[in-house]
């Protein structure tokens, strides 16, 4: 089998360590960028220090500063942004926050040079075998991340918006939307709540496992994935409710694993617990990391028997199962992952995070327009899928 791995899904640089955010002034000034406009969360605005200090240093050359990014990223917020922000001609784009502010940060950074709707770009499934991909005929502006939860959008190469008037999310990925510059910061981490670390915690173990069993698995993802997940399965206990307050090295180790479990995906993609998130992120306006932290044991069980060989590599790789059978080591990990579950108190069925009920037919309907679902390793339909999500429940 022949692999394809693209190098510039990669950010050119990764600063990590507590206080590593301080070296984004220089890097601004390395890439001679004049006109920058940042891209926060409300509560790291108002409640931390950190962006005030970069406005500061930046003094005029803030251009803007968007503090107001809604959940799940809804297009007409990002069309009102980049009407507000593309007159001031930036040269770059600093983005500080979780996955919906990144993913704000590059839909910006795509439409104020093409001039064009971020729906232009996206990609799509078309069942049975029809995966369209999309394409990026302009130079984006460089985009810098500092993240402040778990989600690995800050070193994704694209990310997901959502068209409202649809309920439909919408995923653009390409590596020319790979931020220029990475800044892991365990200071800035910190301050975000330990439940919210938790659920996205659980989103970055669920890269991991559709990493290594997607139909784009190879072995450099491979890499990446495993010394991801060995690192989270090491470290997100501690962000359990009945944990002390996790320590700095606690918080850069777990940012470091989150953000490797996105370095996976962008050459290997995913699976249809990822589709099934967006469906209820973009539909139905749920939390992203929660979602996830259901989906991520029920997608493995859905997909058990055409990926047994991988979970059971995975499972010997990071060290939770000893065993030489295939099904055993492969139960072994969803054991761990399941304890995991347990241990952070997080919720295992789709009611238990307010879906509504009589949704399931919709959601199979979405999964199946879902570009992850063409790399899913188990091939599959509305009916299938429909059955499967009422035994979540």
């Not at 890269?207 to 993802?221: D, F, R, V």
């Not at 060989?309 to 065993?323: I, K, Q, W």
């Not at 399931?360 to 499967?388: C, H, K, S």
């Amino acid at each position: 089998m022949i692999h394809r791995f693209n190098g510039k899904a990669i950010p050119e640089l990764i600063v990590s360590g507590p206080g590593s955010r301080l070296g984004i002034v220089a890097e601004l000034d390395r890439r001679d960028a004049l006109k920058i406009v940042i891209v926060c969360g409300q509560r790291l605005r108002s409640g931390t220090p950190f962006v005030g200090e970069l406005e500061a240093a930046l003094g005029s050359r803030v251009a803007a500063v968007i503090d107001r990014v809604e959940a799940n990223t809804p297009v007409a917020s990002v069309h009102r942004v980049v009407e507000h922000v593309a007159p001031l001609h930036p040269d770059a784009i600093l983005s500080l926050g979780g996955g919906a502010v990144h993913d704000m940060a590059k839909a910006i950074a795509l439409m104020v040079p093409s001039g064009r709707s971020i729906v232009d770009f996206v990609s799509r499934f078309e069942p049975p075998s029809t995966f369209h991909a999309m394409d990026v005929d302009v130079d984006p502006l460089p985009v810098l991340t500092v993240p402040s939860t778990f989600s690995a959008a800050d070193v994704v190469g694209g990310g997901a918006v959502t068209d409202t008037a649809q309920g439909e999310k919408l995923i653009f990925v390409h590596p020319k939307l790979t931020p220029a510059a990475v800044f892991l910061d365990a200071e800035v981490v910190a301050t975000t709540p330990a439940a919210i670390l938790a659920a996205s915690g659980m989103n970055a173990i669920h890269h991991c496992l559709e990493a290594c069993y997607s139909k784009g698995a190879q072995p450099i993802t491979d890499a990446l994935a495993i010394a991801a997940l060995r690192g989270l399965l090491t470290n997100l206990p501690f962000y359990s409710p009945s944990a002390s307050t996790p320590t700095l090295a606690v918080h850069q180790a777990a940012l470091n694993a989150a953000s490797m479990s996105g370095l996976t995906y962008a050459n290997s993609w995913l699976g249809i617990g990822h589709s099934v998130c967006h469906s209820l992120g973009g539909r139905y306006g749920l939390s992203h990391g929660l979602a996830n932290a259901v989906m991520v044991i029920h997608s493995a069980r859905f997909n058990f028997d055409a990926a047994r060989a991988r979970l059971a590599y995975v499972a010997r790789s990071v060290g939770v199962t000893n065993s030489t059978d295939e099904h055993a080591a492969a139960r072994d990990l969803l054991s761990a992952i399941e304890s995991m579950a347990d241990k952070l108190e997080m919720p295992r069925s789709l009611s238990a995070i307010d879906l509504p009920p009589g949704q399931f037919g919709q959601i199979a309907q979405d999964v199946m327009r879902d570009p992850q679902t063409y790399w899913n390793p188990r091939a599959t339909d509305v009916g299938e899928v429909e059955a499967w999500l009422e035994s979540i429940g």
